[in-house]
């Protein structure tokens, strides 16, 4: 029996949602796709000009809402495949920054499929810097953790985090805003520390919610602050002057480039 060498898998970092934070590997990978599964944070507005010959399928997911499950969209990737069809898995940000990419791509060598990785713009550094945050800065600090805020973290946790120091950044961390504070207050950073939550980076509804930790869980609860977003917890937040516009710019820029 033979199968087809002609499919393969390629999973392509979208970046955090504006196309024009697509590398050029990942357009050229969409542009000869013939099928592309794609995430709800990738950029997919444009996804028809961008992947003209694919077939798109919408796999996105929701927090606490998956209408296509993991299992079922490595599946599908392997499916389309060994079909014969080139297949890009578009991803938000990096494949490899708490997007399963993984799993997805042990899924596919487990299937003796071809699989590559194209990186992304990870919205764990992007984002900040679309408020205008840096992640690092000289003489402020030189170490930023990136966590996922997915499940509470433990209290041991908790203690590392808070004794590294540094800039924290935290993605899919709304939900879990509560015990985070809580824990890294309890381990001693200071309730002066400020924190920055950033909304829907790079859209035109993107918004910036400053605190400290001491009232971030107030005032997010009283700007409703909800998910996607990403949280930055350190001094650099108050290195950030015209993010926001900044974001606005970059995308005045875009929309003049595609009138
Ligand atoms: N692989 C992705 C992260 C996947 S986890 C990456 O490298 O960026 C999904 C989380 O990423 C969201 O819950 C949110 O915390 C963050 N995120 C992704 N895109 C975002 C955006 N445009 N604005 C705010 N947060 C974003």
Do not use: W
């Amino acid at each position: 029996m033979t199968t087809s060498t002609r499919g393969s898998v390629t999973l392509v970092g979208g970046g955090p949602g504006d196309a024009k934070l697509l590398t050029v590997a990942a357009v050229e990978a969409l542009r000869s796709a013939d099928v592309v599964l794609y995430d709800r944070l990738a950029p997919h507005d444009t996804l028809p000009e961008l992947a003209p010959h694919a077939h798109l399928i919408n796999v996105g997911k929701t927090p606490g809402h998956h209408p296509i499950g993991q299992t079922e969209i490595e599946r599908l990737l392997v499916e389309h495949a060994q079909a014969g069809s080139r297949v890009v898995r578009l991803k938000g940000g990096d494949p490899y920054v708490f997007g399963r990419g993984a799993e997805e791509v042990a899924a596919c060598r487990a299937a003796g499929i071809p699989v590559d990785v194209i990186p992304g713009v990870t919205s764990a550094i992007s984002v900040p810097a679309a408020a205008g945050i840096p992640v690092t800065a000289r003489g402020v600090t030189h170490l930023f953790t990136v966590v996922s805020g997915h499940a509470p973290l433990s209290d041991d946790e908790h203690r590392h985090l808070a004794g590294l120091g540094g800039t924290i950044v935290v993605l899919m961390g709304v939900a879990t805003l509560p015990t985070l504070t809580q824990g890294l207050l309890k381990h001693g950073l200071a309730p002066t520390l400020p924190v920055a939550i950033i909304e829907r980076g790079f859209t035109p509804t993107q918004r910036t919610t400053v605190a400290t930790l001491a009232t971030a869980l107030h005032v997010a609860s009283a700007a409703a602050v909800r998910s996607p977003a990403v949280l930055v917890i350190g001094e650099v937040v108050g290195l950030a002057d015209s993010g926001d516009a900044a974001a606005s710019r970059l995308l005045d820029t875009a929309a003049s480039l595609s009138e």
